[in-house]
């Protein structure tokens, strides 16, 4: 697999965690709904990394939302959307909120679909869940076009999203618009549907200390003989006690039950809603604890806003060796509050088309007017060197008028002071060049051996005490190689100094292609036939293979002419620092020693 290959996935896994993440850590709305921000992900991989890497991106985040009670209408409905708003944008580029625009309004024409595929959900709640919907896919889109277009000029993500595209400064000012006014709206439809569910809430506790003070206040006032007739479930009591919990229930849509020790219901008030004959029947569905007395029962549908279309409020209390229970349908009241988001969502829905107007408009006054501005001083130099004259046209907008003029003015003193600008600008570069380039020599000179083209002495001795307390610094060590080529002044006698000078120049050559493969080692030339070479390490292993490679490398035939091939050897000896050493000079002697000990060991063994 290639490079160009490999980073799209790379970036294919990462966006799918990401969106994985974000599925996994939805924000609870009320009554079993979430929003989930999911879509920012696929909508951003649309244009960070393509419209097919993002389908892959969505078809794997939503199968693996199958496995956490996603449904095969969401995949689908999922895929859809990010394939047609995708392929509007490659189309037609603009932005993600505009394209989810036109998503809505064929999702729109579907309604019977969506209708039938809702099931028997009631129609407010339908069209509840439908404008949320579309509330989120906008919030959705507004930050994944946010995500895309200033990602890439951050830096740390420029070489990962390479994005040559720019921006206009209208579009930056409709961000800003639009996010300051759906982020703000959005957080208040959070705080109204809590505020909302905790206003039921706290009705449903009202009325379960009612029901549990109503209860205690009967169980008092019974004689001896009426608790007799109590546990004995007689008709009386049951007329009696049935007499009392109608008052207590009115006309509400509210239901009491009297469940025995046996936990078999012996006295139901209200037969039109649930009938629940034992105890037990309340564990077929979902408990979810809001108080200490009290829960919200919940059918075996689910924690779904269908679900809780169909819940009950359910507060316990004993009543002498029974249990009374006050079953609460929330139908009307889930209906009520519904009701009353919905209006708040169709109010920010158009808040959102209405600011989505005006940054329409801004965005075209601002970049015709800053377009303006660009063409008075676009070439300015150019032009005034031409005499061009400046067509001004006024703006809307008194700040570009005024800058438009400033530049005017500009542009005349200009006219007057480029001609001497320019020739005084030509002066002082001609200076300049030559100023570096005498420099640069000067440079070459004393750091740089002339001939090999090394660092020579005063080099060495200038960038060792810099890697002495760069070592210090990290808590790590350097080495040093003394390298000195055996019989070099033979080829000198022999060959004469200008086949010497070749030789060296080969063998510096040689030195800095060693370097190429070694980053970690640089080498210097002292004098003659001296070289010195520092290496960082990470062990002493490392230094020992890279020794014997240098010396392999220092063996090579080196071949000067057609005719002549020189073959050398070279002594290198290796002194460490702090071990060795801690000054320059004292880890120079070290290495020496250790060269002239190597070279003496060659030599006995060449005689032997």
């Known amino acids: 697999m290639n490079k160009i290959t490999r980073k799209p996935m790379f970036l294919v896994i990462i966006f799918t965690l990401i969106a994985i993440l974000i599925h996994h850590i939805p924000v609870p709305l009320l009554f079993g709904t979430h929003i989930y921000f999911t879509d920012i992900i696929f909508f951003a991989a649309i244009r960070l990394i393509g419209l097919p890497y993002a389908l892959l991106v969505t078809i794997i985040t939503s199968v693996a939302a199958l496995f956490t009670g996603g449904s095969i209408v969401t995949l689908v409905t999922s895929i859809i959307k990010v394939a047609i708003i995708g392929l509007l944008w490659i ?8 394209w989810s625009f036109v998503y809505i309004l064929l999702v729109f024409l579907s309604y019977p679909i969506g209708q039938y595929l809702a099931g028997d959900l009631p129609t407010t709640l339908f069209h509840f869940e439908m404008v949320k919907e579309i509330v989120t896919l906008l919030f959705c889109a507004l930050v994944a076009d946010i995500i895309s277009d200033y990602l890439p000029v951050i830096k740390g993500f420029r070489t990962i999203f390479r994005s040559t595209s720019s921006f206009y ?42 029901f549990k003070n ?59 809603q649930i009938q629940w004959s034992h105890k037990d029947d309340i564990q077929n569905g979902i408990g979810k604890t809001i108080m200490e007395n009290g829960f919200i029962y919940i059918p075996q549908s ?33 209906v009520k509050i ?52 400046l067509n ?43 100023l570096m380039e005498s420099e640069n020599k000067l440079f070459r000179l004393a750091h740089y051996d002339s001939l090999t083209l090394l660092g020579n002495r005063n080099k060495f001795y200038e960038e060792l005490p810099h890697i002495i307390r ?54 210097y030339r002292l004098a003659g036939d001296e070289f010195v070479g520092v290496l960082r390490f990470v062990s002493r292993e490392e ?49 020496d020693q250790k060269m002239y000990e190597r070279k003496v060991l060659r030599d006995e063994s060449n005689d032997g």
Not at 91 to 98: E, G, L, N, P, S
Not at 304 to 325: C, D, K, R, V, Y
Not at 558 to 580: E, R
Request: charged letters at 25%.
């Open 91 to 98: 189309k037609r580029k603009k932005d993600f909120v505009t």
């Open 169 to 210: 400064f209208g579009k930056i000012i409709s961000h800003i618009i639009l996010f300051a006014t759906i982020f703000p709206l959005l957080l208040i439809v959070f705080i109204v549907a809590k505020s909302l569910e905790n206003d039921m809430y706290q009705t449903l506790q009202y009325q379960a200390n009612s």
């Open 214 to 272: 109503r209860v205690a206040e009967e169980a008092s006032s019974l004689e001896l003989s009426e608790i007799m007739e109590f546990r004995l479930e007689s008709d009386l009591q049951k007329a009696n006690l049935y007499a009392i919990f109608s008052e207590f229930i009115g006309d509400r849509n509210q239901q009491v039950i009297l469940f025995n020790n046996y936990g078999e219901a012996w006295l139901t008030i209200n037969q039109d």
């Open 302 to 334: 689910g924690e779904s806003l269908n679900g809780w279309h169909q819940s009950s409020f359910i507060s316990s209390t004993s009543m002498l060796s029974s249990e009374a229970f006050l079953i609460v349908p929330l139908e009307e009241s889930i």
């Open 338 to 389: 519904i009701k009353q988001l919905y209006h708040y969502l169709i109010f920010l829905l158009a808040v959102i088309l209405v600011a989505l107007l005006f940054t329409i408009i801004i965005n075209r006054i601002l970049t015709k007017s800053i377009f303006h501005i660009t063409s008075l001083a676009t070439n300015l130099p150019i032009r005034m060197k031409n005499n061009e004259a």
């Open 392 to 434: 001004f046209k006024a703006t809307r907008i008194r700040e570009f008028d005024e800058l438009a003029n400033n530049i005017k003015q500009v542009a005349t003193e200009l006219r007057h002071m480029f001609s001497v600008i320019e020739r005084k600008n030509k002066q002082l570069t001609e200076k300049t060049d030559q």
């Open 470 to 523: 760069r070592t210090d610094l990290q808590e790590q060590e350097f080495c040093l190689f003394f390298i000195d080529l055996d019989r070099f002044k033979e080829v000198n006698d022999t060959y004469g100094h200008q086949t010497g000078d070749v030789l060296l120049k080969r063998f510096g050559r040689r030195l800095l292609e060693f370097k190429a493969s070694y980053p970690e080692f640089t080498p």
């Open 543 to 591: 230094v020992t293979i890279i020794r014997k490679e240098l010396e392999h490398i220092c063996e090579q035939p080196i071949q000067l002419n057609n005719k002549l091939v020189i073959h050398l050897t070279a002594s290198i000896g290796v002194s460490f620092y702090p071990d060795d050493g801690a000054t320059i000079d004292d880890l120079l002697h070290e290495a």
